[in-house]
């Protein structure tokens, strides 16, 4: 039992916290705490109970994410790939800090500095603001060439299927763009103005390619391209390194990977290499390239079980690009359904800019009207572009006519046309695949999957995650190595959330980031320490730390995660 006992030394009173123990048999006593003076005894136990200061800290998402890296050794990776001399900081830090920043809160370079000195990354791995600064940040991407990120990405690759049990059975290929606010006159590559996803016609855009796992969408695969580049030939360019991960990944086993991907990957030279490869695959066609399989009746079709919802398939086989396939026809009513309320939607807006135009037809017609008239080859121009789109133009008829030197426009909407829409084509989409021993419920699974690289691409253009764009960078280099840090991100919260899953914790990705980002560090800073009077004035204040105040989700999460790791002992 521990009791406080006085020592006298030079005729000053100190004070003691003893417990008797036996050395070697014997009663000795053991000094556990020296108290000090009996002032300084006083100032503790007032002070102990009055914290002068607190400190809040990111903590959460952080340490999870600070965690996950380690276990996934992502520096090493980087470092092996992108040797820097032993002089600052590691080229892999910076990279993982804004990997870790687009997890948290994305921002720019500039600005990260703020935002690390205010998190738990200063102390888990403490750096000056001089080191956080734009210019560093862009000095150390410096160090990472093309070969460089194509390295680390085939190593990660690499360590995620054979030492971290990625789920090889079905892998989606798919590709995607961003938005960039890049100006015109620069000369990067990558940003190039195409067919942008936002419909952002003005800007120009970076395109991303993506090979996703069925596995909480974990990327394998990825490659930055230029934003005008058509899928096809992304795909094309895209197919040797896969073809070379199948090899490093499998390591001569007979696994069997199948490869999914969409019409827009095909030709016939991507599909005659697949051939050539272990990949089995299952990929969609071009429905009006295949009338004859359109024009299969209803009644043919079989009704798929329930889980598809109301979707029926016909199987049969036919030769395409240059092989005999397996070829499964379905029927969606819900897909016919939505392609339906799309074309309403197209329609209105094409009818509403025709009325408009009829308007500025007969506005050019007054005595003082300005500008030029328009002519019969400017309005077929502008009805060409108000008719174009995927069924659009078999549905909108739109003639000119001439009445007495002027024009008139006339629209009507095709209901033949739209009616043999409705019974052959819409709700329909035409599968096909070498996998001539699964059925038809296997093979409409399998396409249907591609939802996993789907959700990626919406995990980098969230705002609540990833968030891609803007990336605050305007050179193909600076560009490949955000797309880096990006997808790094997007691999660690893949990490995290299938071990949360795993261990029971059925949530989504928003909420388990939120929910992480929710736990704080405090600092709570107390007074210094007793001792010299003169002294503890000058002295550091005594800090704990703690985290704020979890809810029961939170606690699990910690448990789970094991975040306690980055607490100070």
Known sequence: MATLQPKKVHGHTYWQIVESRRVNGKPRPIVLKHLGK??????????????????????????????????????????????????????????????????VQPQSKARIAAWYQQSVLARLKPMRSQQ????????????????????IEEELSRDLVQNHAVDLESLFFDATNFDSFIDSANPARLPQRGHAKSKRSDLRIVGLALLASSDFHIPLFWKVYPGNQADSITFANAL???????????????KQITLVFDKGNNSEENIAFLSRTPFRIVGSLVPSQHADLLAIPQGAFNRLPERFGKTWAHRTSKE??????????????????????????????????????????????RPQARGKPYTKQSLLKHVQTLTSGQYIKDILRVTIQENNGKWHLRHRIDRKALAHLKK???????????????????????????????????????????????????????????????????????????????AGLDISRETLVRELKGIRQVITLYPPAPGNMEKRKAGRPRAKVILSRTSALQKQLIDVLELGRCLPS
């Open 240 to 254: 040797p390194s896969l073809a070379k991960r199948h090899r490093q990944w499998c390591q001569g086993s007979e």
């Open 320 to 365: 395409v690009f240059g092989r005999k396939w397996t070829i499964v026809v379905t029927l969606s009513a819900n897909l016919r359904r939505g392609q339906l309320r799309g074309i309403r939607q197209h329609l209105r807006k094409r009818i509403l800019l025709l009325e408009q135009l009829k308007k500025k037809i007969e506005r050019s017609k």
């Open 132 to 151: 956080l600064t734009s210019q560093r940040f862009w000095d150390h991407f410096d160090y990472l060439e093309e070969k460089d990120l194509d390295a």
């Open 38 to 103: 009996a002032e300084d005894l006083l100032a503790l136990l007032q002070g102990s109970s009055t914290p002068v200061q607190a400190d809040i800290r990111e903590f959460g998402a952080i340490a999870a994410a600070w965690l996950a890296a380690q276990d996934l050794k992502l520096a090493e990776i980087i470092q092996n790939n992108c040797p820097k001399r032993d002089q600052g900081q590691s080229v892999a830090h910076y990279v993982l800090t804004a990997a870790i920043n687009r997890i």
């Open 424 to 502: 052959n084509i819409l709700g329909k989409r035409i599968l096909f695949t070498d996998h001539d021993e699964w059925d038809e419920g296997r093979i409409v699974d399998a396409y249907r999957g591609q939802h996993h690289v789907e959700r990626a691409f919406r995990d980098l253009k969230s705002n609540d995650l990833i968030r891609f764009a803007p990336m605050y960078h305007w050179t193909d280099s600076k560009i490949r190595v955000h797309a880096l840090c990006c997808v790094l991100a997007l691999i660690l919260v893949g990490v995290i959330h299938r071990k949360v899953v795993r």
